[in-house]
């Protein structure tokens, strides 16, 4: 099935402190970038799968580059799709995941500090995620959207820092670019995304 791009809930200028040039650019041709090449890599596959010549090589071959490429340009595609969904609200926390983020952190400050450190460690993202195995929630730093991650998690709230999500509205200053982003979290959404990811039963 071929992927869709998904429209934005929000208007494009409608964020504090992250410009509407900055999200047309990061919705509208670099998570673009991600669904299109998801695409073509699918259709690439499948005409290899059908062929019945699939030939691998660890050093290099064309279904090695073209595995590669899918596990970097679906997590891009499905990350963005977290990154913009959780935008677009007031910022101001709230639903039983603020109450168990403060008790995994000491509170929700600590969690937001800890967060906040991860995203500034980290080369591409930092990742909210529900661990399927611990039934617990974790942060990851990831430097690619394909190194980093743990697989049986969900994603609750993707933080894409690359500079290009904030390059534009304020240079280098990544500081406050993440302050920003928690400024426009939509915490009803993280909160649905939350009940969704723990409800499901991986035994």
């Known amino acids: 099935m071929k992927k869709e ?4 809930s929000y208007d494009a200028g409608a964020l504090k402190g992250i410009s509407q040039k900055t999200v047309e650019i990061h919705h509208g041709k670099l998570y673009k970038g991600y669904v299109d090449k998801s ?3 699918k259709e690439k ?4 799968v059908k062929s019945g010549k699939a030939e691998g090589n660890q050093i290099y071959s064309e279904l090695r580059a073209l ?3 899918e596990s970097f340009a679906n997590n891009g595609a499905y990350l963005h799709e977290n990154y913009f969904a959780i935008l677009g609200g007031d910022g101001a926390p709230k639903g039983e995941i603020v109450g168990r983020l403060a008790e995994r952190y000491g509170s929700f400050d600590g969690f937001k500090t800890y967060f906040s450190a991860c995203g500034m460690a980290a080369r591409g993202w930092a990742i909210l995620a529900w661990d399927l195995h611990e039934k617990e929630l974790r942060i ?6 394909n190194h ?3 697989w049986g998690t969900i994603p609750i709230i993707a933080m894409d820092v690359y ?8 240079g280098s200053d990544r500081k406050a670019y993440i302050e920003a982003f928690f400024n426009n979290l939509n915490w009803d959404k993280i909160e649905k995304f939350y009940q969704r990811a723990k409800k499901y039963d991986w035994e």
């Open 5 to 8: 791009l998904k429209p934005l």
């Open 39 to 41: 695409n073509e890599i």
């Open 45 to 48: 596959l499948g005409s290899i």
């Open 67 to 69: 595995k590669n490429g």
């Open 140 to 145: 990851f730093a990831c430097d690619a959207q």
């Open 148 to 150: 980093g991650g743990i």
């Open 163 to 170: 500079e290009h999500s904030y390059f534009i509205d304020v």
